[in-house]
């Protein structure tokens, strides 16, 4: 594959994403209009649902944070120029910033002074995973500074175990309010040492909404945390209801045996991802699917 290629589909990802609501995660909204029986919910809910057709219309970017730019990749052992792939979402997303328009919002941590075109020290920054074949698989995350900010780490006590879990990813919902604009989507991740809880708890956003986990152990965790943390009342923007959250993704690693890490990861109603496979023939395979009205 060419690395022209790469660098155009990491730039129609980001576009994508930063404008169209993906079709699990608008499905979700609309669920949670039609269930939601707080008045004040429900027009928020609808406001956040027309805010999507109105973006989708004008091909405006959802959000006026457009966030940070995480690339996710999966790339086969035999896929050619994969050397290339940093250089092409460097490229790509200095397009993007000039072009969706992203807002600029890469700034170096001691001086203040903003790169202009979202690139920077590790930014955008680039997850990779070789994996067999010959493909390339390319998942973009759009992150908003409100969402982000809430982002969880506890340090258990292994004691504590999944009873203690429950508790922190509450806790930490509450914790958050109306800072992450919700309804929100939470990865949450136990386990591994503190980076590695972080990494698949951020990772679990990306999991389809609405789809039961494939083990039978964390689908139910998923359902009883999603449940729980909707009685909190929070309510989208924060203004009361019942939906405070859209849904739960759960993952974990193995533990050091004295170590119980529980991350959480707070996407805002806005969760803003794109996926794309390049085959090694060159040719390309859009993922994620959006919803018509
Ligand atoms: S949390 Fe999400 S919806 Fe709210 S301002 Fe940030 S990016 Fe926008």
Same mark, same amino acid.
């Given at each position: 594959? #060419? ?34 029986? %707080?008045? @004040? ?9 027309? %805010?999507?057709?109105? !973006?989708? #219309?004008?091909? @405006? ?8 730019? @995480?690339?996710?990749? /999966? =790339?086969? +052992?035999? !896929?050619? $120029?994969?050397?290339?792939?940093? !250089? ?8 993007? @910033? ?15 002074? $903003?790169?202009?075109? %979202? ?23 759009? #992150?908003? !500074?409100?969402?982000? %900010?809430?982002? =969880?780490?506890?340090?258990? $006590?292994? *004691? ?6 429950? #508790? ?22 136990? *386990? ?9 708890? /951020? ?8 789809? +039961? ?16 943390? $909707? ?63």
């Amino acid at each position: 594959m #060419k690395r022209e290629t790469i660098e155009e589909v990491a730039l129609s990802l980001i576009k994508e994403a930063a404008i169209y609501l993906p079709k699990d995660v608008k499905l979700a909204l609309k669920k949670a209009h039609k269930r939601e029986s %707080n008045a @004040t919910a429900k027009i928020q809910l609808k406001t956040i649902l027309a %805010n999507i057709e109105l !973006a989708e #219309k004008q091909q @405006t970017p959802l959000c006026q944070d457009t966030g940070t730019v @995480t690339f996710y990749a /999966k =790339a086969g +052992s035999e !896929a050619r $120029n994969i050397d290339s792939l940093e !250089a092409a979402i460097i490229s790509a997303t200095r397009k993007a @910033t000039m072009e969706v328009p992203l807002r600029p919002n890469a700034v170096d941590p001691f001086t203040q002074v $903003n790169s202009g075109d %979202n690139t920077g020290r590790f930014t955008p920054h680039l997850h990779l995973e070789i994996v067999k074949g010959d493909s390339l698989e390319l998942t973009v995350l759009l #992150k908003g !500074a409100g969402s982000e %900010n809430v982002s =969880a780490l506890g340090m258990l $006590n292994p *004691g504590e175990g999944v009873k203690g879990l429950k #508790k922190f990813v509450i806790d930490s919902v509450i914790k958050a309010g109306a800072q992450p604009c919700p309804p929100t989507i939470l990865g949450v991740a136990v *386990g591994g040492g503190a980076d590695v809880a972080m990494e698949l708890a /951020k990772k679990a956003l990306l999991g389809p909404l609405g789809r +039961s986990n494939s083990e039978p152990r964390l689908a139910k965790l998923e359902r009883e945390l999603l449940d729980a943390v $909707n009685m909190t009342g929070i309510g989208p923007m924060g203004l009361g209801g019942d939906t405070t959250v859209l849904g739960v993704r759960v993952d974990y690693a193995h533990r050091h045996t004295a170590s119980f890490p529980v991350a959480v990861a707070f996407s805002c109603w806005a969760e803003r991802k794109a996926s794309a496979q390049i085959r090694g023939d060159g040719s390309v395979k859009y993922l994620t699917k959006r919803v018509a009205k």
